[in-house]
């Protein structure tokens, strides 16, 4: 009763405010009637209130709100009351936007800014965006918001549904297993744990309701901000038709325009964040598994690293390091001084990562457990009874983490690790899952920051906001510097805390083929710090497999080999010593290309690229390739073409557009063609692209081995202009965020007499090294004069494969090498 009577004031309120309206059509009648209607009326009333209009049919109210020059964002009220505006993906919803305006029409209204248009059919309410140059980009179709009562819980399903034309393709999604296009397929978000999951697979562990529509050579993104269990159909039900749909919450999405995929993918990273930058540690080569025990195993293993010279950043720690696997806890017999352990490793090179899962065993002498309990921490059901469930250390409770105390609790927890070393923490299990019952039942209740709910709408985001309370717990914990953490679960914007990795794979080719796409698929989704567990996590790889897994994570941006406990060993050098050169061979080129590695995740972090990125993305007015799938760039100048087949001795690659060099030969191909190239087990295709300036370190075996004297540069010559990254800093804290970088941009253009290099830096970072070994490719003359910045440079040679070698200084503006 009382609700009915808030509710009538209230629409009474909006009622008055709106006969201030600008556009007022028909006079309405304003009494409540119990109408059930699951679908928008004609549009009969406007209003506007800042960078937000609302349209009404009289009862539903519909928001646009104009959130930058290229996003626009829909909501809608089935009853003219919209729910709270709270979100954990988008911490600031309004952006800066230079001019915007509404304007009636005879049938429509439109909102619009300087390149985007949305209009707003009068009859039937259909709405559509239109790019302000080319025109049409998505369109409703009729009915397409609508809404279904939920009498058991309250609220609506909520559904819309957009056109799908005949040549569009679908990306996105995040997590998701099968081809990269979507088209044609219908997906369910709902966190799962997917142990050994298969092509085509769903749901896995992640929910990001984000996809990118292209056709007519543009590209549109779709975010359906929606926490509860979403569902998405890409033309798959009906070829001409997209929806997306919720059991719950608020119908609200965010139209992203184009035209370009890459301007979709960044403008989604300035709604959801970037990853900060990471500790450069966590760019090296990390070896898991499930599990290194007791403590004389885990120091044989690092052990063979430093023996064997392969490269190694980090050793993991699975569940057995715990006692009876309490979180926070050690098993003693296993590590009787963890401290020392850990101490002896971090002489050595070795980070030492350890696993925490939110299941907290019900054990009364259990400080963790008791602390939850007193506090009411934990999670309660709808009658307030315990959330209990088993897990791997039986009887367990969960950890609310969608309750802002219980996140500070949390994070303070790590407190003793941290005073230990231990340098990273590894969030597994945090769908949630449980044994049994597979996750917890919907009626357990959360916080969810004050904006109550069921698990119905904190499933999905229970994992994301447990590696939050993590990652920032960790951040006060560790004072200045960079936390690492690792999440299995997440939901849309968790990159702003979290690495991840895609879960339990199988050791087959196949989930080769799965993993290389489900990190494009991530990186496109947000995602940009990510990897699969190489080798493969169930099952057995052979040496062959292996190695090709190693190349390929050469190339994931998170490189980590992991595997189930039921396996056979599983390290670079468990295959025998041919596996293990080549091995060797593949983590010391990833170890040479660090400062590119790092600088890309710059990239990523300030400007929102993502890291990898499919051929779609590079040439997307090419439809086919939208299906090729098994070749991305790492950043924009390394083009990989991990080799996916069994026994492969070469492989067909496609060049996009410009020239690429090989990057074992040289030899320099021209892009929009397809090439066979060769591709026998100790090498993988890499091509670079023309113009290029790659930044090189020498090998080491751990990432700050030694104090960098030289880098080298490698510059590919190109007849076009072409510029290149640098980005440099102390590796380890955020004194970036103080503009305490360097960020150096090389630009790079020739032709068939001379070459010129010239130099621009930014930052107030200065690197301790001196000197540039600078080695030149492509070249297409007989080199007479090296000039830096007016002087001659007089050593130089070129070798027996057409680089030229010398040297310089890292402050030069402008090298001219030519051939007068
Ligand atoms: O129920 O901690 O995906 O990487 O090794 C299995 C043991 C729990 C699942 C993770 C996997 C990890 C394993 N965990």
Redesign the pocket.
Known sequence: MESQNDKKEEIGDLIEKEQEIQHLNNPVDISIKPIVKQYLGAVKKVKKEGNRFYFSDGDARVEIRVVSDDIIRVRLAPHGVFLDDFSYAVPEVDQKVSVFKMQEHDDHYTVSTHAVTCKIEKANFHISFHDNITNLVMVDEPNSMHWEENVDFGGYYIFATKKCHPEENFFGLGDKSGNFNLRGRRFVNWNTDAYSYGWNQDPLYRTIPFYIGLHNQAAYGIFFDNTFKSYFDFGSEDVNKTSFWSDGGELQYYYIHGPHMMDVVKRYASLTGTHPMPPKWTLGYQQCR?SYYPESKVRDIAKNFRDRKIPCDAIYL??DYMDGYRCFTWNKKYFSDPRKMIKDLSDDGFKTVV?IDPGIKVDDDYWVFKEGKEKRFFCRRSDDYYMEGHVWPGRCQFPDFTNPKVRAWWGNLYKEFVDMGVAGFWN??NEPAVFGSGTFPNDVRHNYDGYRGSHRKAHNVYGMQMVRSTYEGLKKLMRNKRPFTIT?AGYAGMQRFASVWT??NIATWEHLKIGNIQCQRLSVSGVPFCGTDIGG?SGEPDGELFTRWIQLGTFSPFMRA?S?GDTAEREPWSFGEFFEDINRKFIELRYRLMPYLYSVFWEHHRYGFPILRPLVMLEQENISNSFRQDEFTYGDKLLICPVLEQGAISRKVYLPKGSWYNFWTNEVLIGENEYTVEAKIDSMPIFVRAGSVIPEYPVMQYVDEKAITEVALNIYHSDYEVNSYMYEDHGDTFAYEQDIYLEKRFTVKGDNSQLKVIQRSDGLYTPNYELYACNVAGLKFQVKKIIVDNKEIKEFFTDDKHILHFKCNKNFTEIQISSL
Do not use: K, L, S
């Open positions: 499930w699975d569940i696993m597994d299990m299995r879960g339990d996590f992991h189930a």
